[in-house]
């Protein structure tokens, strides 16, 4: 063990390929045996899938379930698809309910029906009482396997029970105490069974005072309850309050970087997927980017509008045309800025609808300033540098104030709006409010430019 741990991944892959092509199976899956599952995982994840699946053959039987939990989803079907009917259910049996329940979703309906019929009765329950949640809830990524105790127990039964169900539970840090009709009463964390009398009894040493997630809730909220409460497991409760099973650790932490990347590509005006960006094949990522760029161009169609429409002004001032780039895209960045501290202050409950007018009197005071800074600092540059008439410079770095006031509005106000009917704010993100902008910038600019310079339209 301590050879490999002085080893890079990519030797260590190199080893464990040369022992299978040696076909020296006794010392690869012993070798195995002494790695971490997260390091296996890594290195089938990064080996061809014909020589994956060898080296997921070669696995101890109690170890290929924990591995194949790790892999990623591409590579477990691969794998799920080549096993045998029986290799495949025992891999499911020995899987978590809930990690059983993410993989049979991408399966085929035919592979799932054959897999299920020779897992064993318990796993079907499990796995068919998960498919039923929608997706996205907290029902669908809680795990059933969990240990419950009585109130009359005493902490030695406790003891007892645990021992007895303990490995095949998700976690035993934290046991629930359910009364007759599994209603959830309290929790015991298992230090204080460790340390308090064998005799004292659950229902006196038990909190009452539990925290859980109904299974019709949103992931993000059970994510939420783990940031606010430093939680390593949240039990999960029907409408009546019945206790059905519990979120750890690991699936929020899952969920936190499913809905952060999410939010990412809606921001970046790219429809989400679940998909690695290499295994992602040309056709999807173009499917995927595609109608959002149609939508903008479009849009920005209203841009080449505006241009044409004061033609005359910048034909009697070419020197206008300069400065077009310069004003869309400050008032661009500064809405993307905007946009984005919303987003991530809307995502986080920091912000909420009725917080509306607070925001917006922060971003018109911020932007107030931004936009002065902005302005003085152009003022100089275009005297100085450029040489401009004063009447222009002027025109240019009122623009630039309104510009940024309005994007910094725009950036604040689209978002909340967004979360307000229902729809998901980072689609409100950089480049919708930047085409949006764009055209309110050349509007203004063009409409100060005529007034002033006394420019027939």
């Known amino acids: 063990m301590e050879e ?262 809606k921001m970046a005006a790219i429809i989400p997927t679940d998909k690695p960006y290499l295994r992602e094949g040309i056709w999807d990522t173009y499917k995927k980017r595609m109608p959002w760029l149609l939508l903008l161009m479009i849009s920005a169609t209203f841009t080449g509008a505006i241009i044409t429409h004061y033609e005359t002004a910048l034909s009697s001032y070419v020197v206008l045309t300069a400065y077009i780039p310069m004003l869309m895209d400050t008032g661009g960045n500064s809405g993307s800025q905007c946009s984005v501290s919303v987003i991530r202050g809307l995502s986080l409950n920091d912000i909420k609808f009725s917080d509306l007018f607070v925001v917006i009197w922060k971003e018109v005071r911020v932007a107030a300033i931004c936009g002065l800074t902005l302005a003085c600092v152009n003022f100089v540059k275009l005297m100085v540098l450029d040489h401009l008439p004063v009447k222009i410079a002027v025109i240019v770095c009122i623009t630039l104030v309104i510009v940024v006031v309005f994007a910094k509005l725009i950036g604040a106000i689209l978002p909340m709006v967004a979360d307000r009917i229902g729809f998901d704010p980072a689609v409100m993100a950089s480049p919708l409010i930047t085409t949006i902008v764009d055209a309110v910038s050349l509007t203004v600019y063009f409409a100060l430019a005529t007034h002033a310079l006394h420019i027939a339209v």
């Open 4 to 265: 490999l741990m002085n080893k890079t991944e990519e030797e260590i892959k190199d080893e464990l390929i040369a022992m299978l092509t040696e076909k020296q199976y006794s010392k690869l899956r012993s070798t195995l045996s002494e790695m971490n599952e997260a390091d296996i995982a890594s290195i089938l994840d990064s080996m061809e899938d014909e020589d994956s699946l060898k080296m997921f053959r070669v696995l101890p039987k109690g170890l290929a379930a924990d591995v194949f939990s790790l892999l990623e989803v591409d590579d477990q079907k691969y794998i799920i698809m080549s096993l045998s009917e029986r290799e495949a259910s025992s891999i499911i049996d020995n899987l978590m309910a809930d990690d059983a329940t993410d993989l049979l979703e991408e399966m085929p309906a035919n592979v799932v029906k054959k897999i299920l019929a020779n897992a064993s009765p318990e796993t079907r329950k499990d796995i068919n009482h998960l498919l039923r949640y929608p997706d996205d809830s907290a029902g669908s990524i809680m795990t059933v396997e969990y240990v419950d105790l009585k109130e009359n127990m005493t902490v030695a039964d406790a003891i007892t029970r645990i021992r007895r169900i303990g490995l095949d539970s998700e976690t035993v840090n934290v046991c629930y105490v359910l009364d007759e009709k599994r209603v959830l009463k309290g929790t015991v964390a298992l230090r204080y069974l460790l340390i308090l009398a064998q005799d004292a009894v659950i229902g006196k040493i038990m909190n009452d005072n539990v925290i859980s997630i109904n299974t019709m809730q949103d992931q993000e909220e059970a994510a939420q309850l783990f940031q606010k409460y430093d939680f390593t497991v949240l039990p999960v409760v029907d409408n009546e309050d019945r206790m059905v099973g519990i979120i750890t650790i690991d699936d929020v932490v899952d969920i936190i970087e499913e809905e952060a990347t999410e939010d990412i590509e």
